[in-house]
């Protein structure tokens, strides 16, 4: 039996995997799996799991597992080669690429489920082996905005700075554009005591799962239109500052910049934000006395809010609002984001970003450059600058300037990136597109070489929860003959490369050098190995060598250099309103998804309910457009077209539309999606574009 963590999202529910034995049934159409899953008892998840998870050992045995480097032939096709060939061939086109345009027309892409020692070795990869800056990965597409805002009001993002469990006592939770009943079942739980005292308030355009937690008196769901919740935060935070309804005594010990925001917010009393959200002024005064009068108060952001071209200001406004009400570092009380992806938390601070070095350290500061670069045995000055985030990064492919070989990790960009088609062609343009991945995914498919990895449980390594909290991933069966670890490959590549550095294929090797280069860092693990996590210690960073780690955050700082937390004044932009017959898109999860698909598009049981695209529209809209239930629908704008079935429900605004993101080629939500970009965080608009639909 093996304890270990679900693949898949940032809860990392925790699970045993059982060996089967020869006497466990098969499944009549399926091969026998080599493990059975069952939930164990963890503070995140008290032993539940979703249905990906139940489901995750499947796979294990997927039939369509790749065990052969593939390489792209003459004839168009990719075709089984040797390791040695694929490496070599890979080493010689970035040699003669990087002696023709340098470094910099290398890129590396890699992901948020990427363990932490993975995510490191490819932060140092990029740097010290290919010596370029662009690197960056699909995280950019996830938590960037989120950690931006946290950033720059707290000094440091973690994205729940409480322990998950401390949810439980609270009396009013204050949830925004998050769908958890959806994407991580088992947080629910966390949220009964809120809902035992009617004190759920859902914030989302469409009646999600988690919106209809709080029918029955369990609380309060607020419907803005798409886009306008910088607005409703605006006006919430106007009324708690007209009202004087906020902690003074916090306020002025603890943070800064009250007049300034206190200015930004004068006029944006609640019927003007009527105008804007269409949530009643009535609602909104209301809803910030709740808030305020609650004395256990929980305010939580999710994509829903941060996908969006001002989705920094958006995720400001409620860290504003919370800071207000006293709420961070208060026992029983608090300001979180919810993260995503599996390793979401932990991708970000071990330097696959453009712009950071291990341990959350900026790459232009000088003190970090030199640090990290002794751990790796280079000159700092040897060490590149920023790179691009990512859309500028895969946009620019194959154009001047613009990389001419990518090497992706960990990410399906083929589903995932905004304006989808302009990153397909984008990458159509390279000369070289290195793909390592265990299934064939749609960017695999695209690939020149496909690189064959191990999956979640076929390795040993770390992951870093929503909470901070770094666990154990640990192997329970044995790879397939033929795939390789990541590390593997960066090591045989370095050495192709004649890098410096030491290379190790051993994960607590890896880990301990990261904990090294993360000393000093805003995300501190240099008190932390596997051996010390494979104790069951509670290990939420900092933890720095000779601490106990950090469960709680700000209790009596903040991570300025003065302590406080900073008040930033933002500044709303009205929605777009659609026009004509157009219609709001608007994109989420489903139950039975996760990200872009690639995985669990594969397993029966979670696909059997919606084997395809299906969109989301209100009965009265659909009548305006002469669309019946299950009819085929076509949604399109200026960037693409998709088709789908229609799904009556009057869960949705009548000025809306609701697509998931998790499906492929022709059916992917992000043919539509834009590609404007945060000017903080550089995250792509997802969660709001305009499209026409009509009958097919
Ligand atoms: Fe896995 Fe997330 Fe489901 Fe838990 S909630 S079982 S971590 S997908």
Redesign the pocket.
């Known amino acids: 039996m093996t304890d270990t963590?679900?693949?898949?999202?940032?809860?990392?529910?925790a699970?045993t995997l059982t060996a089967t034995t020869a006497t466990t049934p098969a499944t009549a159409d399926r091969p026998m799996l080599p493990v059975t899953v069952a939930g164990r008892d963890f503070p995140t998840?008290r032993g539940?799991?979703?249905?990906?998870?139940?489901t995750?050992a499947e796979l294990l045995a997927d039939t369509g597992r790749l065990t052969t480097p593939l390489v792209r032939g003459d004839d168009g096709e990719l075709h089984p080669a040797e390791w040695d060939a694929a490496l070599d061939l890979i080493a010689a086109h970035v040699r003669t690429i990087a002696a023709e345009d340098g470094p910099d027309a290398i890129g590396v892409f890699g992901g948020g489920g990427l363990t932490n020692e993975k995510a490191y070795q490819l932060g140092k990869f990029a740097r010290i082996a290919l010596r370029t800056s662009r690197i960056d990965y699909n995280g950019r597409f996830c938590m960037s905005s989120a950690a931006a805002a946290a950033n720059r009001s707290f000094g440091i993002d973690r994205g729940l700075p409480f322990p998950l469990t401390d949810l439980d006592t609270a009396e009013t939770v204050l949830l925004l554009g998050s769908n958890v009943g959806d994407?991580?079942?088992?947080?629910v739980s966390h949220l009964q005591g809120a809902r035992a005292r009617g004190g759920l308030i859902v914030v989302d355009p469409r009646r999600s799962s988690t919106a209809r937690l709080c029918a029955d008196g369990a609380g309060i769901h607020v419907q803005p239109v798409p886009g306008s919740d910088l607005a409703l935060l605006l006006a919430l935070t106007h009324v708690v500052i007209a009202e004087e309804l906020y902690d003074d005594g916090y306020v002025r010990q603890r943070t800064s910049g009250i007049e300034a925001l206190r200015q930004s917010v004068s006029a944006w009393w609640p019927e003007r934000a009527e105008t804007v959200t269409g949530v009643p002024a009535r609602s909104i005064r209301e809803l910030a006395r709740t808030l305020a009068r609650s004395d256990s108060t929980y305010i939580l952001t999710g994509r829903g809010v941060e996908q969006h071209v001002d989705g920094t200001d958006t995720a400001t406004a409620a860290i504003n609002l919370a800071l207000l009400l006293g709420l961070p570092g208060t026992p029983g009380c608090g300001y979180g984001t919810l993260t995503g992806q599996?390793n979401g938390q932990g991708g970000r601070e071990h330097g696959q970003k453009a712009d950071q070095l291990p341990g959350y350290q900026s790459i232009t500061d000088p003190a970090a450059r030199a640090s990290v670069a002794a751990v790796w045995g280079v000159d700092p000055d040897d060490l590149p600058g920023p790179g691009v985030p990512a859309v500028e990064l895969l946009q620019s492919a194959g154009l001047p300037g613009g990389v001419r070989a990518l090497l992706v990790h960990g990410s399906n960009v083929f589903v995932s990136a905004p304006n989808v088609q302009t990153v397909r062609e984008a990458l159509g343009r390279l000369e070289l597109l290195v793909v390592s991945d265990f299934l064939l995914s749609e960017t695999a498919r695209a690939a020149d070489i496909v690189l064959p990895v191990l999956q979640w449980a076929e390795e040993e390594g770390t992951m870093t929860n929503l909470e901070g909290r770094v666990l154990r991933r640990r192997r329970a069966v044995d790879a397939p003959a033929g795939t390789r670890s990541e590390l593997w490959i960066m090591a045989e590549l370095a050495r192709r490369l004649d890098a410096p550095g030491v290379w190790s294929l051993e994960p607590s090797e890896v880990f301990d050098e990261l904990a090294r280069a993360s000393a000093g860092g805003r995300a501190d693990y240099s008190g932390l190995s596997h051996a010390l996590l494979d104790l069951g210690i509670e290990a939420h960073w900092p933890f720095p060598l000779g601490s106990l780690g950090t469960p709680r955050l700000f209790a009596d700082r903040f991570a300025h250099a003065d302590g406080r937390a900073t008040l930033v004044a933002v500044r709303a932009r009205t929605p777009e309103p659609a026009t004509g017959d157009g219609l709001t898109l608007i994109t989420g999860r489903l139950l039975e998804q996760?990200q872009s698909g690639a995985q669990t598009r594969r397993i029966p049981e979670l696909t059997e309910k919606r084997p395809s695209l299906v969109a989301q529209l209100h009965p009265a809209t659909a009548r305006r457009h002469g669309i019946a239930e299950g009819d085929g629908i076509r949604l399109s704008n200026v960037r693409g077209e998709v088709r789908a079935r229609a799904e009556l429900t009057h869960d949705i605004r009548p000025d809306t539309v609701f697509l998931p993101f998790h499906y492929a080629d022709a059916e992917s939500a992000n043919l539509l999606t834009s590609d404007r970009v945060d000017p903080h965080s550089a995250m792509p608009e997802f969660k709001r574009a305009l499209v026409q639909v009509s009958a097919v």
Not at 48 to 54: P, T, V
Not at 183 to 187: A, D, E, L, R, S
């Open positions: 963590h679900c693949p898949y999202c940032a809860l990392q529910c699970m998840n539940g799991l979703c249905k990906k998870g139940w995750s994407t991580m079942p088992p947080f599996g996760y």
